[in-house]
Nanobody, 124 residues
Framework: QYRLVESGGGLVQPGESLRLSCAISGFTLDTYCVAWFRQAPGKEREGLASISSRFGDIYFRESVKGRFTISEGDAWNRVYLEMKSLQAEDTAIYYC?????????????????WGQGTQVTVSA
């Protein structure tokens, strides 16, 4: 059974850092993408970054380049999102998703397997 579990969210002050983790199990895929998304209240879910089993890391949003880093753990059973210099506008629920596909996409409809999300709140 496919399973994705996010962890690492929490309440931080502006300028601080967090590392989110996405634990992946039950997948036996060949070419796939793991992506991080976020959804703030009243806003659409937006793609942040993905990592491809074939092509490596890809960043979708200019606002997170240089602040967020996506990486994979050993044997691809975890994917991380390291977030630095967090600001209030980064407050959202953060989700990871996985899909067997050649080219990664920032479109949420391109992914059918999702975790339950982890809340990140940036506030003074």
């Amino acid at each position: 059974q496919y399973r994705l579990v996010e962890s690492g969210g929490g309440l931080v002050q502006p300028g601080e850092s967090l590392r989110l983790s996405c634990a992946i199990s039950g997948f036996t895929l060949d070419t796939y993408c793991v992506a991080w998304f976020r959804q703030a209240p009243g806003k659409e879910r937006e793609g942040l970054a993905s990592i491809s089993s074939r092509f490596g890391d890809i960043y979708f949003r200019e606002s997170v380049k240089g602040r967020f880093t996506i990486s994979e753990g050993d044997a691809w059973n975890r994917v991380y999102l390291e977030m630095k210099s967090l600001q209030a506008e980064d407050t959202a629920i953060y989700y990871c998703a996985i899909e067997q596909r050649r080219h990664c996409t920032a479109d949420p409809s391109g992914y059918t397997h999702w975790g339950q999300g982890t809340q990140v709140t940036v506030s003074a």
